[in-house]
């Protein structure tokens, strides 16, 4: 990754966060000061933000159908009762 070169032979898609992560490192007082740029660098190789949020969307998704498929039965219920 450090060479610049992807597994296409052009330019690595996470090259760039790795300059300005490296650059920051090289002239910095501490490296906390760079933390910023890290969690970039990382997210850009391993898209953990990225996957954390897909599945909080999903899990969303599920506990709301769940609960309209819920309310629908009740429903029913609540229908054939009063028939």
């Known amino acids: 990754m450090a060479s610049g070169w992807g597994i296409t032979g052009n330019k690595g898609r996470c090259y760039d966060f790795w300059i300005d992560f490296s650059d920051c490192m090289s002239r910095c007082r501490e490296p906390k000061d760079c933390t910023l740029l890290r969690e970039d660098y990382l997210e850009c190789l391993h898209h953990s933000k990225e996957f954390q949020r897909r599945n909080r969307v999903y899990k969303e998704e599920k506990r709301k159908l769940r609960a309209a ?4 039965k009740e429903g029913k219920q609540v229908e054939a009762a009063h028939a």
């Open 69 to 72: 498929e819920r309310e629908a």
